[in-house]
């Protein structure tokens, strides 16, 4: 099991909330990820981090921010949540090997 | 559009027998990753085979590449019914992860 860990697991909110989803790994990881996936499709790249104070945005554009202030903490928020921000964001991590780390993702839904 | 596709798209096969999956990609790779994702959970590493490699084994797997033709598959070998789980080609061409698809294996008892 990795040590890897999303909060909440599962957010049902209103439109035009603020929300923040959290995401830890105790591995000591310097490479962060963010994604989107819809049910039943591929993951989307949206946000990553190669260290501290570095972000960066992924293939897919997205309304949401991420920062990193420490190592083991990548936040993604969303300033004002729509019904198409409803999806699950899974985050991920590594070190200098290839192989990427999941958590065990949040499922979003905006009303 | 998406580096990796995979197919086929859902397999639904008998425990005891083998799941093929394949993937095709675009780009030149410098590997290419398998990963599983249980319903609603995380994916989880499999397998990774590297572009000057053809074959690897890992257990009851068994991952092909074949980088004149980028395409790359999947073997399962003696499915049980805890196989059943989404599986993901992803290439790695600088870094990042380009994610296929999906394949939905779904395997009775």
């Known amino acids: 099991e990795a040590d890897i860990y999303q909060t909440p697991r599962y957010l049902v909110i209103g439109t035009g909330k603020k929300i923040t989803l959290e995401c830890s790994q105790t591995?000591?990881?310097?490479?962060m990820y963010w994604y989107q996936q819809d049910p039943g499709m591929e993951l989307h790249l949206i946000h990553y981090s190669y260290g501290v104070n570095s972000t960066e945005k992924g293939d897919l554009s997205s309304e949401s921010t991420v920062s990193r202030i420490r190592t083991e903490h990548f936040p993604l928020t969303l300033e004002s949540a729509r019904p198409s921000h409803t999806s699950q964001y899974l985050c991920?991590?590594?070190?200098?090997?290839?192989?990427?780390?999941f958590g065990p993702g949040t499922r979003l839904t905006v009303l | 559009s998406q580096q990796g596709e995979e197919d086929p798209q859902a397999l639904s096969i008998q425990e005891g027998e083998n799941a093929t999956m394949n993937c095709s990609y675009k780009?030149?790779?410098?590997?290419l990753q398998w990963y599983r994702q249980n319903s609603g959970r995380g994916l989880v590493h499999l397998i990774l085979i590297r572009s000057n490699e053809r074959e690897k084994h890992s257990g009851r797997l068994r991952v092909t590449l074949d980088t004149s033709k980028k395409s790359s598959s999947l073997l399962i070998t003696a499915s049980r019914a805890a196989d059943t789980a989404s599986y993901f080609c992803a290439t790695d061409a600088g870094g990042k992860l380009i994610f296929g698809q999906g394949t939905e294996l779904s395997v009775k008892p």
């Open positions: 991920a991590s590594n070190d200098n090997t290839d192989t990427q780390y």
């Open positions: 780009t030149s790779i410098n590997n």
């Open positions: 591995m000591g990881h310097d490479k």
